[in-house]
């Protein structure tokens, strides 16, 4: 998602919550993990401490949850609490949930010549079976791993909302994103880390945005 956009929606929250009518039922219920717009969110610093070589940013506290975005993805429901412009976590499923931490990593404003280099149908980026960063790290799609060549990314349309209440969610058209994962780390240990790559289109335009994270185990994390 471009940043201008995440802007907007956290400016409309502020502005949101100093208006005298509001809703007096919520619109989204039954947040996965007991989460709501007013959500302050801790990890446990011990399971970052040792960490070397992540490609993502080292989550902080004192986290307060300024945006929802929600979606489906090949079917499985999707949560996404923002924190600010770069920075949310994802909690993915219904029943059986995983919770995945992302950090922006790059956006990037393709010319007209290099989205067909992203998304071109047979050898476009998006969708390969792997995808390296700048420094060769190597991660993995996470779906259909066993077709060795690039497959149709997803299509999804996400739905921000300032709060439960929100009743004009934001659209952002999510025309072409994949996961991947790091399998191991520069050690050749076991790896959590994520990626996404998505092509995100908004009013303010289209960019590919580049997410790197780590699943989170739901004992890491504190809701307050």
């Known amino acids: 998602m471009s940043l201008a956009i995440l802007k907007r929606i956290i400016k409309k929250k502020i502005d949101k919550r100093k208006e005298d009518k509001r809703r007096s039922s919520p619109l989204l219920k039954n947040l996965p993990l007991g989460l709501s717009s007013n959500s302050i969110i801790e990890f446990n610093e011990l399971d970052f401490v040792l960490l070397e070589d ?97 497959i149709e990314p997803f299509i999804f349309n996400e739905y921000l909302y300032v709060d439960e209440y929100d009743i004009a969610p934001t659209q952002v058209e999510h025309i072409s994103n994949m996961y991947y994962g790091r399998t191991e780390d520069a050690e050749g240990e076991t790896s959590d880390e994520r990626l996404i790559i998505s092509a995100v289109e908004d009013i303010e335009g289209a960019c590919i945005a580049i997410y790197t994270g780590t699943l989170i185990a739901p004992q890491s994390i504190t809701i307050i």
């Open 54 to 150: 992540v490609k993502y940013q080292i989550p902080k506290n004192n986290n307060l949850i300024k945006a929802i975005g929600k979606f489906n993805f090949a079917g499985t429901p999707v949560h996404r609490f923002y924190f600010d412009e770069s920075t949310f976590i994802e909690v993915f499923g219904s029943t059986e949930l995983e919770i995945r931490y992302f950090t922006e990593f790059d956006m990037v404003y393709p010319s007209e010549t290099d989205w067909v280099d992203w998304l071109d149908e047979d050898k476009g980026i998006l969708g390969d079976l792997f995808f390296s960063l700048p420094d060769h790290t190597e991660y993995i799609r996470m779906f259909n791993s066993d077709i060795k060549y690039r």
